[in-house]
């Protein structure tokens, strides 16, 4: 069973404007939460984290909003830039008994100039 | 500066026969990952090991074996692939297991075709 879900397997975004990307978690002993940034023929990269002790987390263009209570958490991107068209994967783990990062499957980001 | 270094980054492999996918870090990381990426399904955990020698399963542990006699590399086994071993294999690390603010680094991949 999924325990870490992206519902949304694409999203189109006009460059300049925000883009968000979503994710929800079923296990509520997750406390750290993770963005990747996938390129073709690359590996997964990090981009932002979240502890659950936070809501909100911002490193420039990126801001990373979680909602505990209903188990989500978001991406926000502004503004977006051509450069930021990927496959972004959203994961989460229980850090007191981390065996595994848990990854969502994947929103296909693309920014149209 | 290397990272993780994965070898090969493809291969075309007839069913049935063994392969070992080759997973290098320099990073000193006590943990180490296999996961594959199939389309609709992200990323799913092969097998883990939390420290040199030891080994735990993921999810998808069936088919595949893995050995952890030092800290930087971490090999899979294909005993005898099968055509749903298709996939793209990612090899990653992480400074320490239950280290709070730690991240997950990946290689660059391995594409495996099995036919």
């Known amino acids: 069973d999924q325990q870490v879900k992206q519902n949304s397997p694409s999203l189109s975004v006009q460059e300049g404007r925000i883009s968000i990307l979503n994710c929800d978690y079923t296990n509520s002993m997750f406390d750290y939460f993770l963005w990747y940034k996938k390129y073709p023929a690359e590996g997964p990269t990090f981009l932002i984290s979240?502890?659950?002790?936070?809501d909100k987390n911002e490193d420039g263009r990126f801001t990373v909003f979680l909602n505990k209570s209903a188990k989500h958490l978001s991406l926000h991107i502004v503004p977006s830039q051509p450069g930021d068209s990927a496959v972004y994967f959203c994961a989460a783990i229980e850090v007191s008994r981390a065996v595994q990062f848990y990854f969502g499957t994947g929103t296909s980001l693309t920014v149209i100039p | 500066t290397a990272g993780i270094t994965q070898a090969p980054t493809s291969q075309i492999l007839a069913a049935g026969r063994s392969m070992t996918l080759r997973c290098t870090q320099d990073m000193r990381h006590n943990a180490m990952y296999w996961y594959r990426q199939d389309l609709g399904l992200g990323l799913r955990l092969i097998h883990y090991s939390n420290t040199a020698g030891t080994t735990g399963k993921g999810e998808v542990p069936d088919g595949y074996s893995v050995s952890r006699a030092n800290t930087d590399d971490f090999p899979l086994t294909l005993a005898s692939a099968v055509p749903s071993q298709t996939s793209v294999y990612f090899c990653?690390?992480?400074?320490?297991?239950?280290?709070?603010?730690?991240?997950?680094?990946f290689g660059q991949g391995t594409r495996l075709t099995v036919v």
């Open positions: 990653a690390s992480s400074r320490d297991r239950g280290h709070r603010g730690t991240e997950a680094f």
């Open positions: 979240i502890s659950s002790i936070k």
